[in-house]
């Protein structure tokens, strides 16, 4: 069968803690690869297999900007509105599929892109795009409605986004699932000896409300009371990382936490293994940002054998399974999200061997990122034959 040819469509390619789309576009078989972005970030996941169309006029991104470079960079900006057009004119000997918008902000830019080269458009949601746009930009309900009618495809990572987007006007013979994943075979299985009454607890996500960091901090100061010998470990950057410090101050557990910076994606593995349990209490904020599908680097824990403490957040209940990968709780249930702690302090090491293992085999079974990739393939091809 002859390969595909796709554009990949980004507003940005691509931020650190996007790595997953690198990774997923990456294994997706039989098809070559164009990447078109409005900005790209020169040091993070280039690929000698795929080609990279940018924009030959860029702005200055420096943190001290002068009035003639504040105004240079405008026209820029101006001048990107022609970027379609310069995308088309670089592919005129190609023959392009399928155009792979991700996020939805991307693909509703990308419709005039999706016209000129009269190809399927495909949308991913992964997010923000969920409700926080339209929640925050009124003005965002009425590109929705454009952007449901003009594209061809939307895909969600799980069933929760599916229903968002349903409720939201998308045909439902539009949107699918399929979920994203990680690199199985290429994660270590770490066969851990955790002791009973000890835990050693570890979060990994940047400092953002989302992420719920002050309710790990709170949840784990309340566990103390029961539970003296754990440790709490915060990895990451961010505008609230500050803020999260002081609450341990101001609770007077410094000794019992420690704030590290953010990690390399190709050292994660290595630096999970000597951790109990993994913890990320995601929640809606007061604005509608939500994680949309689920964290990606809960899987990745998982698939070291690191079981999780989490919420009933969007898709997050179909990437840890309650009372058997991990623990989850109603979103910021702080005496829940303690005794949820406080039940991995108790526990053996046969129990919690049970709960590595399960937790392992689950990300095998229904995340491995070659399974979920090959599946994309046949989405596009399914649009192409078909059209849904």
Not at 41 to 61: A, T, V
Not at 273 to 288: A, G, L, M, Q, W
Not at 364 to 369: P, Q
Request: proline content about 4%; charged content about 30%; glycine content about 4%.
């Amino acid at each position: 069968m002859e390969n595909l040819k796709t554009i990949q469509a980004f507003h940005q390619y691509l931020n650190y803690t996007e790595n997953w789309a690198y990774r997923l576009i990456k294994n997706i078989p039989e098809t070559k690869h164009f990447i078109v972005s409005k900005e790209f970030l020169k040091y993070n996941f280039y690929d000698s297999r795929f080609e990279y169309i940018e924009f030959p006029i860029k702005r200055i991104n420096i943190k001290n900007k002068t009035l003639p470079i504040k105004i240079y960079n405008r026209f820029v900006l101006y001048l990107l509105k022609t970027y379609p057009s310069y995308i088309k004119s670089m592919l005129k000997k190609e023959k392009i599929d399928i155009l792979h918008s991700h996020f939805a902000f991307t693909g509703y830019d990308y419709l005039p892109l999706a016209k000129k080269l009269n190809v399927k458009h495909v949308v991913s949601f992964y997010g923000l795009d969920y409700e926080f746009l339209p929640y925050n930009w009124p003005e965002w309900e009425k590109k929705y409605k454009k952007l449901f009618k003009e594209a061809d495809l939307f895909i969600c990572e799980g069933k929760h986004g599916a229903k968002i987007l349903k409720g939201k006007g998308c045909p439902p013979e539009k949107v699918v699932v399929n979920k994203l994943g990680v690199e199985v075979d290429k994660i270590p299985f770490y066969k851990r000896e955790k002791k009973k009454y000890s835990l050693k607890l570890v979060q990994v996500a940047s400092f953002r409300e989302k992420k719920g960091h002050i309710y790990t901090v709170q949840a784990f100061h309340k566990a103390l009371e029961n539970c003296p010998n754990m440790h709490l470990t915060l990895v990451g950057e961010g505008e609230l990382k500050e803020k999260i410090k002081n609450l341990v101050k101001k609770l007077k557990i410094e000794d019992k936490v420690t704030f590290l910076g953010k990690i390399d994606y190709e050292n994660l593995y290595e630096f999970l293994k000597d951790f109990d349990v993994f913890i990320h209490p995601s929640c809606y904020t007061e604005n509608r940002d939500c994680e949309g599908g689920a964290p990606v680097v809960l899987l990745d824990a998982q698939a070291t054998g690191l079981p999780v403490i989490s919420t009933r957040h969007c898709d997050i209940p179909e990437e840890v399974i309650h009372g058997k990968t991990g623990l989850l709780s109603r979103e910021k249930d702080i005496d829940e999200l303690a005794k949820n702690i406080e039940f991995f302090y108790k526990m053996d090491k046969d129990m919690y061997a049970i709960f590595s293992e399960t937790a392992r085999k689950h990300i095998e079974r229904e995340y491995d990122i070659k399974k979920n990739a090959k599946n994309l393939l046949s989405l596009y091809r399914d649009l192409l034959k078909n059209g849904r």
